[in-house]
Nanobody, 121 residues
Framework: QVQLVESGGGLVQAGGSLRLSCEASGRDFIISHMAWYRQGSGEQRELVAGITYGGTTNYADSAKGRFTISRDGAKKTVYLQMDNLKPEDTGVYYC???????????????WGQGTQVTVSS
């Protein structure tokens, strides 16, 4: 099992950048697929970016070309580099382990506290 703690959020102007970190504990991190999700106010949580344990990445259309997900096995950490941020990127960002389903990916573990990202126009 993997326990996760998110950090790195904050307030930034449109066009700015942030790097989120998700620190994991537990011996299963190395074999876990991981993802970042965003939940805007009054919205459902949606997958923003995912990375397999082998390093293959996938992104929501809204994140392509602006966000980069990466992982460091030695540090048991997953990162989300967010560039050219837009006000619609505002929300609470969560990381989680994910599993492949018939239609894509689904969250597998428990949700943590998340980290708030606010982008002002």
């Amino acid at each position: 099992q993997v326990q996760l703690v998110e950090s790195g959020g904050g307030l930034v102007q449109a066009g700015g950048s942030l790097r989120l970190s998700c620190e994991a504990s537990g011996r299963d991190f190395i074999i876990s697929h991981m993802a970042w999700y965003r939940q805007g106010s009054g919205e459902q949580r949606e997958l923003v970016a995912g990375i397999t344990y082998g390093g293959t990445t996938n992104y929501a259309d809204s994140a392509k070309g602006r966000f980069t997900i990466s992982r460091d096995g030695a540090k048991k950490t997953v990162y989300l580099q967010m560039d050219n941020l837009k006000p619609e990127d505002t929300g609470v960002y969560y990381c989680n382990t994910i599993q492949r389903t018939m239609t894509g990916w689904a969250p597998l573990g428990s949700w943590g506290q998340g980290t708030q990202v606010t982008v002002s126009s």
